[in-house]
T-cell receptor, first 113, second 115 residues
Framework: GAGVSQSPSNKVTEKGKDVELRCDPI?????LYWYRQRLGQGLEFLIY????????KSGLPSDRFSAERTGESVSTLTIQRTQQEDSAVYLC???????????FGPGTRLTVL | AQSVTQPDIHITVSEGASLELRCNYS??????LFWYVQSPGQGLQLLLK??????LVQGIKGFEAEFKRSQSSFNLRKPSVHWSDAAEYFC?????????????FGQGTELSVKP
């Protein structure tokens, strides 16, 4: 595809429910990142995948957050037992293995009621 | 603590006026430096980046940025602002020691443009 895509674009859920957010990176990009953007704040790194290496999970805020990526394709970010403080825009980015620029998707706006 | 600081949360300029958005970082070694723009409802778009070499870098949409090692700064400039430049601007770094290339962002500066 032309760029990074994410789905859904918006998600409203009730506190305590689980949600899954999806990211389709640019074809051929080996690196994939998830970031979180809370209202009025900058982006926070969550997790990073590079090829078949073990992911860097150092930014995940709690064990309720997890992510998977199959090979160099789609990634899903799962938030279990959502809390109101999880409300944010979740952005995905991908990067070529030898490049330095990350290309961002449009994000998923998550609202936890 | 290591961080990226954008001192101005919100800036308003008149259309046609010049613009400078400030960014300071606190890392021991010079990191890779980036400016991104985020328009309402859009993802982030890279404006420009600095890795090494010439300290004045040119980007898209008429933006430029100057790296000043002595001030640990990477300020973004545009000589004449257009109404379409209204957006949120983020400075970001990849620290030298960062093996994974993960970006560390400033808090962002929201730019409003007056007609």
């Amino acid at each position: 595809g032309a760029g990074v895509s994410q789905s859904p674009s918006n998600k409203v859920t009730e506190k305590g429910k689980d949600v899954e957010l999806r990211c389709d990176p640019i074809s051929g990009h080996t690196a994939l990142y998830w970031y979180r953007q809370r209202l009025g704040q900058g982006l926070e790194f969550l997790i990073y995948f590079q090829g078949n290496s073990a992911p860097d999970k150092s930014g995940l805020p709690s064990d309720r957050f997890s992510a998977e990526r199959t090979g160099e394709s789609v990634s899903t970010l799962t938030i279990q037992r959502t809390q109101q403080e999880d409300s944010a825009v979740y952005l995905c980015a991908s990067r070529q293995g030898s490049g330095n620029e990350q290309f961002f998707g449009p994000g998923t706006r998550l609202t936890v009621l | 603590a290591q961080s990226v600081t954008q001192p101005d949360i919100h800036i308003t300029v008149s259309e046609g006026a010049s613009l400078e958005l400030r960014c300071n970082y606190s890392y021991g070694a010079t990191p890779y430096l980036f400016w991104y723009v985020q328009s309402p409802g859009q993802g982030l778009q890279l404006l420009l980046k600095y890795f090494s070499g010439d300290t004045l870098v040119q980007g898209i949409k008429g933006f430029e940025a100057e790296f000043k090692r002595s001030q640990s700064s990477f300020n973004l400039r545009k000589p004449s602002v257009h109404w379409s430049d209204a957006a949120e601007y983020f400075c970001a770094v990849v620290p030298f020691y960062n093996q994974g290339g993960k970006l560390i962002f400033g808090q962002g500066t929201e730019l409003s443009v007056k007609p």
